[in-house]
């Protein structure tokens, strides 16, 4: 999900900084091509416009965090969606990557509460509220 607001979108998950690319679509739900879809509404924003990402995981190459690039970067530096990128050679390249990575190591906490839109599941009898994890999966 993208807000935009005036000349800034915040973009959170959909994209990473231009160095780092762009997001995995592996997640429960996810879908590759509709990623490639969301990422292309951005990128057909003005080129000035300022997108800002969720969280940067630096790279190889850069420790420091950055939060902040415009569209116009990314259209042109982006390493995993520029301009020229076609759509089936995104998708092959997000769900080869894909792939590879292992789950983050509290997603099964993270899903509980994004599905529920930021709120704690339910409380239980004692008054607590629970994440639940399986044994038996993932």
């Known amino acids: 999900m993208t807000y935009v607001c005036g000349d800034a979108a915040f973009t959170h998950d959909t994209l990473m900084q231009p160095d780092a690319g762009t ?6 739900g996810g879908d590759s091509s509709q990623l490639w879809d969301s990422i292309q509404a951005i990128l057909s924003l003005p080129g000035d416009t300022r997108l800002f990402v969720g969280h940067d995981y630096g ?3 850069r420790d420091e965090p950055q939060w902040e690039a415009t569209v116009a970067q990314h259209r042109a530096t982006n390493r995993h969606v520029r301009d020229g990128t076609r759509r089936e050679d995104w998708i092959a390249l997000r769900d080869a990557r894909d792939a ?5 190591d509290r997603i099964m ?5 994004n599905l529920r839109g930021g709120r704690l599941p339910p409380a239980e009898d004692d008054g607590h509220h629970y994440l639940k994890v399986p044994v038996d999966r993932f």
């Open 59 to 61: 790279t190889k190459d």
């Open 23 to 28: 997001s995995r679509a592996d997640f429960p």
């Open 100 to 104: 590879t990575l292992p789950l983050p």
């Open 109 to 113: 906490a993270a899903l509980q509460i």
